[in-house]
C-alpha cells in the first residue's frame, strides 16, 4: 500500500503559477502510473495529468496543455504538477493518485483505474 500526501496548493492571481507537490510513502513508487485530478464545487473529478512509470510519457486534459507540466523524481517518490499561467476555471481540489497496473510506458486517464489517493490540496485562482 502507498500513501500519498499532496502540498503547495493556495491562493493565487490569474496568470500566476503553482507548484503542486505528491510525496508518496512506500519503495515502490516508480511502480506506480501517477496522476493528477481536480474537483470544483458543484463540478466531477477531472482528470488533468498523467506520467508513466519511468517519468518519460505524459498525458494532459486538452484545458490545461501547454500550461501545467507533470513530473516525478523516483529516487525522492515523489510526482509534481507544474501549472503556470493559472486561470479561474482552475479553481478546485487537488489531488494526485497512484495506479498500480500497467507498463513501464503506460498512462491512466481514467479515475476507477487509480487505486490510492492524497487528501487533496486546495487551488484557488482570483481574477
Known amino acids: 500500500q502507498v500513501q500519498l500526501v499532496e502540498s503547495g496548493g493556495g491562493l493565487v492571481q490569474a496568470g500566476g503559477s503553482l507548484r503542486l507537490s505528491c510525496a508518496a510513502s512506500?519503495?515502490?513508487?516508480?511502480?506506480?502510473?501517477m496522476g493528477w485530478f481536480r474537483q470544483a464545487p458543484g463540478k466531477e473529478r477531472e482528470f488533468v495529468a498523467t506520467?508513466?512509470?519511468?517519468?518519460?510519457?505524459?498525458d494532459y486534459v486538452d484545458s490545461v496543455k501547454g500550461r501545467f507540466t507533470i513530473s516525478r523524481d523516483n529516487a525522492e517518490n515523489t510526482v509534481y504538477l507544474q501549472m503556470n499561467s493559472l486561470k479561474p476555471e482552475d479553481t478546485a481540489v487537488y489531488y494526485c493518485?497512484?495506479?498500480?497496473?500497467?507498463?513501464?510506458?503506460?498512462?491512466?486517464?481514467?479515475?476507477?483505474?487509480?487505486?490510492?489517493w492524497g487528501q487533496g490540496t486546495q487551488v484557488t485562482v482570483s481574477s
Open positions: 506520467i508513466s512509470r519511468n517519468g518519460y510519457s505524459t
Open positions: 493518485a497512484a495506479d498500480r497496473e500497467g507498463g513501464t510506458w503506460s498512462l491512466t486517464r481514467d479515475a476507477r483505474w487509480y487505486d490510492y
Open positions: 512506500g519503495r515502490t513508487f516508480s511502480s506506480y502510473i
